[in-house]
């Protein structure tokens, strides 16, 4: 039988059979069925099929009638199935398009659910951390109560904190911003605790100031010595702008005893705060010389005192000279306690103080005698008897000659020195010596010359009278006068005091007639007015 189906198979291939017959299992089952038939049977089989066909086409007819209805429904039912499965495959189309925007909606749905559940948590942690946060928020507003009420203490622990919590959360917007105001309220404190410093400040408060400033940490240790050093300065300037300057001599005084005392308060504030004594305890930079700011600041100050006293003896003090002098050198070497003796640096400025109001008084004498020159007339010059100059000769040589007094010129003109002599005296450096004698021998030179021209414009009109006064006249120049002033160059500028400093003997120094005015040399101009010598009244020349 299986021979039979191998053998209808073959054929296959010849006969016009459908592909897809020959894939049918029924078809297949059939040709099997065939194979087994006769040759007679065989040949029926076309009828048997054919007959089988008419009664099955009108068996199915019969059904068609018999069910027309059901199959008319059937075709309305399988029409509304067809347009249904077209719209519900429209439909699934539709929604196979918009799945990606619902899938974008549903993550980004999520991802919002999922902030949300952040924010929510964040929210809640923040509820719950409420009031520890309202600490950190109010830092800044307790730190402004802290530094503005004084307690600084607790404005310093506040900016520890803050400093920590800048170093953790540096990232943190609201907490870059609670630095920032904090550090406002740093500023405030650093500018109230410099103006404290430029104010009237005790040594336990001025430790107090600078170890606040310490911990600030704002300034390195040598900037902490200046900005002190320029503090307490601003506040010494302050007390010497308050000093009046009306009266040249109150005011360097009262600048004497203010920088004397409170410029000790400041070097002993200074040197209590920092070490400088000992390197081992100094802190900061090692390659900086630390000493040298409060060394170049005392010697700042100093010139600073230098100049007011320059300026103000400029002005003049008078005969108080002398005081002032006492005072500031009592200063300078109070200050060589803290290695700033300067007594040698007012020396000059005393010599030129003293010289300029001997200067001043000498051209003052010089005037008096022009003046009293002018209105003078020798008609009406006394005469003194020859015993009476005898005995002014014998009187104290410290004294005016009383022969001056005949001539009031002379008179005027001595008196004008002698008040110079009084005021150089109370200051009176033997350095000025020389330029001293210098300035009497171009005062004397004045009055010669006066003298001269007036005997040349007026000795043609001379009485014989008149022509034996003004003889006198030049006598007691030159023989009163002229000693006198020599008299007193050498109570103001002794002997042995200029053979200390120069190392030469008195005796020599008096032979050389040294600090002495020429008297040779002055008189020489009026030598031939000048009376003979047996008409001078016996008189000892010395």
Request: glycine share 4%.
């Given at each position: 039988m299986d021979q039979s189906?191998?053998?209808?198979?073959?054929?296959?291939?010849t006969a016009n059979i459908s592909k897809t017959w020959k894939d049918n299992e029924e078809f297949s089952s059939y040709l099997l069925h065939l194979a087994d038939f006769?040759?007679?049977?065989?040949?029926?089989?076309?009828?048997?099929?054919?007959?089988?066909?008419?009664?099955?086409?009108?068996?199915t007819k019969e059904l068609a009638y018999s069910n027309y209805k059901t199959f008319i429904h059937t075709a309305d039912c399988s029409r509304t199935i067809f347009k249904d499965f077209t719209s519900v495959e429209n439909d699934l189309e539709a929604l196979s398009s918009s799945l990606p925007g619902l899938k974008q909606s549903v993550e980004t749905f999520l991802n919002t659910s999922r902030n949300l559940s952040t924010s929510r948590h964040l929210t809640s942690l923040t509820l719950t951390k409420h009031t520890q946060l309202?600490?950190?928020?109010?830092?800044?507003?307790?730190?402004?109560?802290?530094?503005?009420?004084?307690?600084?203490?607790?404005?310093?622990?506040?900016?520890?904190?803050?400093?920590?919590?800048e170093k953790k959360h540096a990232d943190v917007p609201i907490i870059e911003g609670i630095v920032k105001e904090v550090q406002a309220g740093t500023r405030l404190m650093l500018s109230q605790l410099l103006a404290q410093l430029r104010s009237s400040l005790a040594l336990p408060q001025c430790l107090k100031v600078i170890g606040l400033l310490r911990r600030l940490d704002v300034f390195t240790e040598p900037e902490l010595r200046l900005k002190f050093l320029q503090a307490r300065d601003s506040w010494f300037q302050s007390i010497l702008k308050s000093i009046p300057k009306d009266d040249p001599y109150q005011h360097l005084t009262k600048v004497v005893e203010a920088s004397r005392v409170h410029l000790f308060d400041i070097v002993t504030q200074y040197r209590a705060i920092f070490s400088d004594d000992d390197p081992r305890f100094s802190v900061g930079d090692p390659d900086v010389n630390q000493q040298a700011i409060f060394?170049?600041?005392?010697?700042?100050?100093?010139?600073?005192?230098?100049?007011i006293v320059e300026q103000d003896l400029d002005r003049g003090v008078g005969t108080n000279l002398e005081s002032?002098?006492?005072?500031?050198?009592?200063?300078?070497?109070?200050?060589?306690r803290v290695g700033a003796d300067f007594r040698n640096l007012l020396i000059p400025l005393f010599q030129k103080a003293a010289l300029a109001q001997c200067v001043k008084d000498i051209r003052s004498a010089n005037l008096k005698f022009d003046e009293s020159l002018s209105s003078f007339s020798l008609m009406e010059a006394p005469q003194m008897s020859p015993s009476a100059?005898?005995?002014?000769?014998?009187?104290?040589?410290?004294r005016p000659p009383p022969a001056l007094m005949e001539f009031p010129p002379l008179a005027h003109y001595t008196n004008g020195l002698v008040a110079a002599f009084n005021n150089l005296r109370l200051c009176c450096p033997i350095a000025v010596m020389m330029e001293v004698i210098s300035l009497l021998e171009k005062s004397?030179?004045?009055?010669?010359?006066?003298?001269l021209e007036l005997h040349r414009l007026e000795s043609g009109g001379f009485t014989s009278r008149e022509e034996i006064s003004f003889s006198r006249l030049c006598w007691v120049l030159a023989v009163c006068l002229l000693p006198h002033v020599n008299s007193c160059l050498r109570l103001l500028f002794p002997l042995h005091y200029i053979a200390t400093i120069s190392g030469v003997s008195q005796t020599q120094l008096s032979k050389e007639k040294f600090g002495?005015?020429?008297?040779?040399?002055?008189?020489?101009?009026?030598?031939?007015?000048?009376?003979?010598?047996?008409?001078?009244?016996?008189?000892?020349q010395e």
């Open positions: 189906l191998i053998l209808v198979q073959k054929d296959w291939h006769g040759v007679e049977k065989l040949s029926k089989e076309a009828s048997h099929i054919r007959e089988e066909r008419s009664a099955i086409l009108d068996q309202l600490e950190i928020l109010e830092l800044p507003q307790l730190m402004d109560t802290c530094v503005r009420n004084g307690y600084y203490d607790e404005a310093l622990e506040i900016l520890a904190y803050v400093r920590r919590l060394q170049g600041w005392i010697l700042h100050k100093v010139n600073q005192f230098l100049v002032v002098l006492v005072q500031c050198m009592f200063f300078g070497q109070s200050f060589s100059a005898f005995l002014a000769d014998l009187q104290d040589k410290t004397l030179t004045k009055v010669i010359a006066a003298l002495q005015l020429d008297i040779e040399n002055l008189v020489a101009s009026i030598e031939h007015l000048l009376p003979k010598k047996e008409e001078i009244p016996e008189k000892n």
